[in-house]
């Protein structure tokens, strides 16, 4: 497991990157393979809870969100939430057999959860010049806070965040990961105009807000009694099990970056 998980993390980071680095459409592309393939996995996790959301449509929505955060920015989300809520609320006199509310609701729900929330990844990718560095920042934010937070909660440990929905996080693991992500950040020399107190605020966003993308997505691997929410990433799980926290993490980083920036 842990090999897997080194030789996933060697030839992964690089591929991501590099696309990052490419331009807006490699990265584009890239973006709409991992809100496809998370969406895939969201909707294995509802159809084990017994419901059948229109995959297609959802499918159809994570990708739009996507493509109007390219074209459009962020006045384009808004119109493509307005399209994709009204297709897929007309698309249940169309769709025998799924005309449960909940399969509608759920449709919907995965379209945003994952297209809508990842596509704030290009809209910080566009937002400036210095849109690339911003995107690998809260990456690299978000790796350091997920190994510091597993590392130092398996050795200090003692009071669990959210015991219920995944009792091997905990309170001291979460606040010395925020701690340690925000020195990191500060430690950094390579970009002048990237000022301190910049690098404090990512730091905290990412150490208050990555833990509950963390934790809704492990909420729903417990509904549906499954560990991970696929094997595409071999030692890491899916899609939605390596970036959960970035999900959360992208939009409020976002809106902080293009205040200050």
Known sequence: MLKARILSTLIGVPILIGFLFLGKVPFFVLTVILVLAGLDEF?????????????SLGMLGGASFCLAALLCGERGLTLTLAFILILILAAQF??????????????LFGSLYVGFLFSY???????????????????ISIWVYDIVAYAAGSVLGRRKLAPQT?????????????????????????????????????????GLISPFGDLAESKLKREAGIKDTSSRIPGHGGVLDRFDSLLFT?????YLFRAIL
């Open 43 to 55: 909707y294995s996790i509802a159809g084990k809870l017994d419901k059948h959301p229109i995959v």
């Open 94 to 107: 169309f769709a025998p057999g799924k005309n449960d509310l909940s399969d509608i609701a759920i449709t």
């Open 121 to 139: 990844l290009i809209l910080i990718r566009e937002m400036n010049s210095q849109g690339p560095i911003v995107v690998l920042l809260i990456f």
């Open 250 to 254: 992208a939009p409020i980083a976002y």
């Open 166 to 206: 995944s009792p091997g996080k905990t309170w001291e693991g979460a606040i010395i990961a925020a701690l340690v992500t925000i020195l990191l950040l500060c430690s950094i020399f390579f970009i002048p105009w990237f000022s301190l107190s910049h690098r404090i605020l990512l730091g905290l966003v990412v």
